[in-house]
């Protein structure tokens, strides 16, 4: 929800047409620098002969989940960087953000004083403006759960709701999920990163079908969101 989910993790990039919440890197950032429980790569080089290799090869997954970040803030960032690189993304945001004097963040109250004019002019474009008022509008009525509440709700408790709101997808939800919140057992099987590294670490001639991933997944729980990052390692140093 870099994350975002949603300050570069390092230097920013993506994989094709994924454009949200996460970013990956060739060498574990500062801001990964706490590692996982060990027993995370345990089981997975215990359960499949293939993550054992790439933990060899990449060395053992660390994750500083930013937990503290308001849903509402993740979700308006992952907006932002939706279709455009993290560069431009989070121009428009200080851009946003400056319409908001004295605040590092606006609150969604706070979108009542300005005009959807001038969120456009900070660079968000029609839909994207419609978007962060139904954030807004969802996080005031309890839609998007506080910070605070968020943490205690199951993984697809947190998808159901959060997917309610305008231009928020399963994808989206799911990188907030692994990125901020830090849960351990996400496989995002839709996500180009995450297929097209299982193509170069299983030595599949094509992307996999979403089934066959996720069937695959099974062998993973519950650490598939470390999985997840040993496959965006394998895509990203091909």
Known sequence: ITTAILRSLGRPRKYDGARDLRWTVRAAPAEWSAPMPHHADKHLTKSDPVMRR????????VLKPDARCPPFKSLVSAVAHQQLNGTAANTILRRFIALFPGRRFPRPDDLASVTDLQIRR??????????????????????????RRIVSMGDEEIVERLTEVRGVGR????????????????????????????????????????????????????YRSAASWYLWRAADNA
């Open 171 to 222: 994808w989206t939800v799911e990188m907030l999920l692994i990125f901020k919140l830090g849960r351990p057992d996400v496989l995002p099987a839709d996500d180009f990163g995450v297929k097209n590294g299982f193509r170069i670490a299983y030595s599949l001639k094509e992307l996999p079908a979403k089934k066959v991933l996720l069937e695959h997944g099974e062998r993973w729980r519950p």
């Open 54 to 61: 790439l933990i060899r090869a990449h060395g053992p997954f």
């Open 122 to 147: 900070a660079g968000f474009s029609r839909a994207k403006v419609a978007a962060i008022r139904d954030i807004a509008a969802k996080t005031l009525n309890g839609v998007v759960p506080s910070t």
